[in-house]
């Protein structure tokens, strides 16, 4: 199995430069060969935003003690790396920032352990706060790159659109039931994510 993604590595570089663009462009119809690039400044940092599903059926069979594991894992890397983190939670009929954007500091379990389970998977409302989250960082920090994370069982047939402040998004399956639905990579596929398996980003 491949190392996972390291927060920080894989990122695309260039984003678009619109005045430049729109100057190639001028009355034509906006085409790949008008676009215009500026490159990223690495001193603009890496934000990795954390979408934690906690809801009911992330309880059985110690989906939200893996899906915590991935998260100290991944809290780990990115404060080896220096870059910020936040995180949003959500279950039932909530979804709530549990870490507002922040520079990575040293996290043990201990932080994460009393973050508890129940109630329905609200994968929409979910993502729709982690966008939220991901929008105004953008507004505060147009250089930032943007690291979505999403931990999920999948146990929900929400097919929400993919947050468009994100420049790369990793959907991570911590589902383990003896039939699985297999909807964290129907998911990755409609988003054109990246997919990963939670145990192999712990190992």
């Given amino acids: 199995m491949p190392r996972p993604a390291t927060p920080g590595a894989g990122v695309p570089g260039a984003r678009i430069h619109w005045p430049r663009t729109l100057a190639a462009k001028r009355q034509a119809r906006l085409a790949a060969e008008h676009l215009r690039h500026r490159r990223a400044d690495a001193r603009a940092g890496v934000l990795h935003c954390v979408a934690l ?12 003690a893996l899906a915590k594991g991935v998260l100290v894992r991944l809290l780990e890397r990115a404060y080896q ?4 983190v936040a995180l949003v939670c959500f279950a039932g009929r909530q979804a709530e920032i549990r870490l507002a954007p922040s520079r990575a500091r040293y996290w043990n379990a201990d932080w994460i352990r009393p973050i508890a389970g129940g109630g329905g998977t609200p994968l929409a409302l979910g993502v729709a706060r982690a966008g939220q989250l991901l929008a105004a960082q953008a507004r505060h920090r147009p250089m930032q ?23 790369h998004v990793v959907v991570v399956d911590v589902e383990r039931r003896a039939v699985a639905l297999g909807r964290c990579r129907t998911l990755a596929l409609a988003w054109s994510a990246d997919y990963r398996d939670a145990a192999a980003l712990i190992e």
Avoid: H, I
């Fill in 81 to 84: 790396s220096r870059a910020d």
């Fill in 145 to 167: 790159r943007r690291w979505l994370w999403l931990l999920t069982d999948g146990r929900s047939s929400e097919l929400p659109p993919r947050p468009a402040w994100a420049d």
């Fill in 53 to 64: 599903d906690c809801s009911g059926s992330m309880t059985q069979g110690e989906q939200l």
